[in-house]
């Protein structure tokens, strides 16, 4: 999956957080929920505006962000 289709960065929209397709829903709000153990049902049936495939989205997304940070060489 390419999130990049998915995840939208705004400057002046949600003070540039990574969004879902240009929504005021941000990628770390659906995290949180899943985190939280809501159903992707249950999160889907809460914001109708969203997909499956934007919740896959954020995954991956958080996956490709975490992927850079373990890039970083930590300075002995």
Same mark, same amino acid.
């Given at each position: 999956m390419d999130y990049r289709e998915y995840i939208t960065i705004e400057p002046n929209k949600r003070g540039g957080k990574?969004? /879902?397709r240009g929504l005021r829903i941000?990628?770390?709000e659906v995290l949180e929920y899943l985190a939280s153990e809501m159903t992707e049902e249950e /999160? %889907? =049936? #809460?914001f109708p505006d969203l997909t499956k495939d #934007? %919740?896959?989205a954020a995954i991956a997304? =958080?996956? #490709?962000?975490e992927r850079r940070l373990m890039e970083v060489p930590i300075a002995a």
């Open positions: 990574p969004c /879902i941000t990628v770390y /999160i %889907l =049936a #809460d #934007d %919740l896959k997304f =958080a996956a #490709d962000r």
